[in-house]
């Protein structure tokens, strides 16, 4: 486990989307913003991570372009009104990054680092080892494990994940369980 009081403006935070900031829809996808429900607590969470970190990041895997069940405009306006929400509530997301590769061999798909690299490519000033991936996958677990990130699980979606876990090096029930952890 590391010390969440060690967090300041240098670390970055790295945020599923589905299971972790909105309901995520079982077997099916969010596919426009009148799908998109906020979880509870969430703006308040990302208010009070604003304060502390650095850069706030999704990665977000979004097979439903590739599957066809929505356009890459209908992800778009589904981030757009995200975003408008939470800047609303006084919160910020600094970037997106999504996958809609079908293929899990994909390098961008999780748990593969492909959108951690375009991070650091993008903020040059992102450190890895001062970074925390908060997922409610393993896979999101294994994506902070490939580039030596700390991992927070949110068992919003998963709770029978058994917890120590080699992959997880925190486990919360929710996103403002997590903020609250942490010595603001």
């Not at 589904?78 to 609303?88: C, G, P, Q, T, Y």
């Not at 390098?107 to 993008?122: E, F, H, S, V, Y």
């Not at 990130?149 to 403002?176: C, K, Q, Y």
Request: hydrophobic share 45%; aromatic share 10%; proline share 3%.
């Amino acid at each position: 486990m590391f010390n969440l009081n060690l967090i300041d403006k240098t670390w970055t935070l790295f945020l599923d989307r589905d299971g972790v900031i909105n309901v995520e829809k079982k077997d099916e996808y969010v596919l426009n913003s009148s799908e998109f429900i906020f979880l509870d607590g969430v703006f308040e969470a990302i208010k009070m991570l604003s304060k502390v970190f650095g850069l706030i990041l999704i990665t977000s895997n979004q097979r439903g372009v590739a599957k066809q069940l929505m356009s890459l405009e209908d992800l778009y306006d589904v981030h757009a009104f995200m975003m408008e929400e939470i800047k609303l509530h006084g919160g910020r997301i600094d970037k997106i990054y999504f996958c809609t590769d079908l293929n899990n061999a994909s390098p961008n798909r999780k748990p593969n680092p492909g959108m951690a690299l375009q991070a650091k490519k993008d903020f040059p000033q992102i450190d890895f080892s001062k970074s925390i991936m908060v997922g409610n996958k393993l896979t999101d677990m294994q994506f902070a494990r490939n580039v030596n990130m700390h991992s927070v699980f949110i068992a919003s979606t998963n709770p029978e994940i058994i917890f120590p876990h080699d992959l997880i090096d925190v486990r919360f029930n929710s996103l403002i369980e997590f903020a609250k952890a942490i010595d603001i």
